[in-house]
């Protein structure tokens, strides 16, 4: 009888492990299997990404009065052509390319087999945790500032920054855990405040700006001053655009979040032609508004508010259009303002975890460098949640200190992205778009370069990320070597008309590495096995071959098939990534299909057994005889069922 104690941790185990980790394929997980996600109009799922996109305009503006100050308009002009003219086309093509939100990753991955693929999409990885993992605790933390320099409440929070942010983390992690696809809502309502509000306050400044028309001769006139002429000015304004690259951010996560776009009805899962639509005018519409924005409020910032209050400690440092809204329309306006930048910011993390649900189990549990509950939702929400804990600690909630790490971040994936869609376009035969992106991937290569020189910390703490996930990976598939990793098996018509005709007897497999496969090779084999194991010359085998085919994949179907080698051998021949795995999942689908315990006779691998073991990891050869066997006690644990393995 269960107690309640078991009872509530059963309860609690089904309850964490429910829900989809793929949330986008539409397709119910074996923890789930009632859940099914219909997908979202794609304005609604712009609103999601756009609380990250839309976001940034709470910093934005004050990051290019300090990065180019009187030249901010024009160097954000620069900005906004890099964002239409190039990082736009470059992912309507990722969209186009890798439909179910793996990104330019997958698309780089093509490119590379075996571990090096692995190798590098965990590179890739890294970057996008630094980049989706800091867009939540430099989120949090901007919208912590926001809510502790709010005039009516600095003194009472005063030095609460880093618990603030410490507890918006948490709330969002708490809105993960209780469920994400009905927050979908909630960033509808709070993009289109954000969006009304910052219309108010840039309709404000515009008519100021005309009001008060000193401002525009004053700030031409001291441009002129300041760098002679125009030509000067889009040269300065063209080495300082990398410093405002964070106004890039939010396409990886419109890709990331692409799952969630309802597409057309007659959309198929290998090719949603709907959803890629409608993802490119997500993608477009979400950039038009942005850019109008960027450069109306570079503007009106840089000729309204004073150089010094851009300043660390000044009234406007990172906080340009609150300082805005507070001067020109008053404080209860301003702190209805402050409130709907606290709550964009904190919402801001959404995307980036969505991101981060979307890729991160696509990728390490089917490598084997992830446990199996790192394809449920919530636990990865934890694990995220506690990470985002750590860097809001070590950062001190400090957002100028996270910055380079999530420029950094950024412009990687914006340069995989970039690099990718020109070897897409190139193997497609199309010059012009090989040339077009091309000459896109060189600009964000200019540009990351430039701010990995201006701010190494950024490459440092992407470096950390990849480290510790190449890690945990590592660990976690040597963890797993283990494991029973074949998905399915199936045999096919003499491969199945083998196994039933030997199980009337005693089922007697040979693993045997093919070679040359003649005849000398089966009979010596057969030969060696009696002579071994002492077994009478009237019993009969069937022989088992694997060929490894990527011994860097970790879980995949298996496939059985028969001949009959030489008029005389029966041969069961199967390709996978490992030999023992293969042959361990065979044993035991051949004891479940006929009702009786196999025999799989091996012969005993020279060499040393730690290399061996070292092979068996690394290839999916090696020290066969006992892997599989240790593959067959983890799986089977009744020995009286186990298949039986013979060495000699």
């Known amino acids: 009888m269960a107690t309640p104690t078991d009872t509530r941790t059963s309860r609690l185990r089904g309850w ?4 989809l980790s793929d949330m986008g394929k539409g397709r119910p997980s074996q923890a789930a299997p009632a859940l099914e996600h219909k997908g979202q109009p ?16 709470g910093y934005q503006p004050g990051i290019a009065a300090l990065a180019a100050g009187l030249l901010s308009p024009i160097a954000t002009i620069v900005l906004v052509i890099v964002t239409l003219a190039g990082a736009l086309p470059v992912y309507r093509r990722v969209a186009e390319e890798s439909p179910h939100g793996e990104g330019s990753i997958s698309m780089l991955s093509r490119l590379l087999s075996f571990w090096k693929g692995k190798l590098f999409v965990l590179t890739l990885l890294g970057f996008a945790a630094t980049d989706f993992l800091i867009t939540i605790t430099l989120s949090a933390a901007d919208a912590s500032t926001h809510l502790v320099e709010n005039p009516n409440l600095q003194g009472a929070l005063h030095d609460k920054q880093v618990l603030i942010t410490l507890i918006l983390i948490a709330l969002l992690g708490a809105v993960f855990l209780k469920g994400f696809l009905e ?11 954000y969006l009304a509000l910052n219309a108010v306050v840039v309709v404000t400044g515009l008519w100021h700006v005309l009001t008060e028309g000193h401002v525009v001769t004053d700030w031409t006139a001291a441009l002129t001053t300041e760098h002679g002429n125009i030509f000067v000015m889009i040269g300065v304004a063209l080495i300082v655009f990398p410093k405002l690259a964070l106004g890039l951010s939010g396409f990886e996560t419109g890709v990331a979040v692409m799952p969630h776009v309802k597409g057309a009805p007659d959309d198929t899962e290998d090719r949603p032609a709907g959803r890629i639509r409608d993802t490119k005018k997500l993608l477009t519409t979400a950039a038009v508004i942005m850019s109008a924005f960027l450069i109306m409020t570079s503007f009106i910032t840089t000729v309204l508010i004073p150089h010094k209050e851009f300043e660390p400690g000044g009234n406007a440092s990172g906080r340009a259009l609150a300082y805005l809204a507070h001067e020109y329309l008053g404080n209860a306006f301003g702190t209805v303002y402050d409130v709907s930048t606290i709550l964009i910011l904190w919402f801001a993390g959404a995307s980036a975890m969505a991101g981060l649900l979307n890729l991160m189990p696509r990728y390490l549990p089917k490598y084997g460098m992830a446990p199996h509950w790192a394809r449920a939702v919530r636990p990865m929400v934890i694990v995220f949640t506690l990470v985002a804990f750590l860097v809001t600690w070590l950062f001190d909630a400090d957002v100028d200190a996270q910055g380079g790490a999530y420029a950094t971040g950024v412009l990687v994936l914006i340069c995989s992205a970039a690099i990718a869609v020109t070897i897409a376009a190139r193997k497609a035969g199309q010059r012009g778009w090989t040339i077009g992106f091309g000459v896109i991937s060189a600009v964000f290569l200019y540009t990351t370069v430039l701010n990995v020189i201006e701010r190494p910390d950024g490459v440092k703490i992407g470096a950390c990320f990849t480290a510790g996930i190449l890690l945990v990976s590592l660990l976690s598939r040597l963890g797993r070597a283990f494991e029973l990793r074949v998905t399915h098996v199936e045999l096919d018509e003499m491969a199945e008309r083998f196994v039933r005709d030997i199980s009337q007897r005693t089922p007697r497999f040979i693993a045997n590495e093919p070679d040359e496969r003649d005849a000398t090779e089966y009979r010596e084999k057969i030969e060696q096995i009696r002579a071994d194991n002492d077994i009478p010359t009237t019993e009969d085998f069937v022989f088992v071959e694997v060929t490894v085919t990527d011994p860097s994949e970790f879980e995949a179907g298996l496939t059985v098939r028969g001949e009959i080698m030489h008029g005389r051998y029966r041969v069961l021949t199967m390709e996978s990534s490992s030999v023992p795995n293969a042959l361990a999942a065979f044993l035991l689908h051949s004891r479940d299909l006929t009702g009786t315990r196999p025999h799989v006779f091996f012969e005993w691998t020279e060499g040393n057994p730690f290399t061996n073991f070292v092979r068996f990891f690394l290839f999916g050869q090696g020290e066969v005889a006992p892997v599989t066997r240790e593959i067959l006690r983890e799986a089977e644990p009744d020995r009286d069922r186990r298949p039986r393995v013979h060495v000699g």
Request: glycine letters at 10%; hydrophobic letters at 60%.
């Open 16 to 19: 964490m492990l429910e829900g």
């Open 183 to 193: 927050a979908i809502g909630v960033a509808v309502v709070l993009v289109t405040v």
């Open 42 to 57: 794609w304005w609604r799922v712009m609103c999601l990404t756009g609380v990250d996109y839309f976001s940034t305009l």
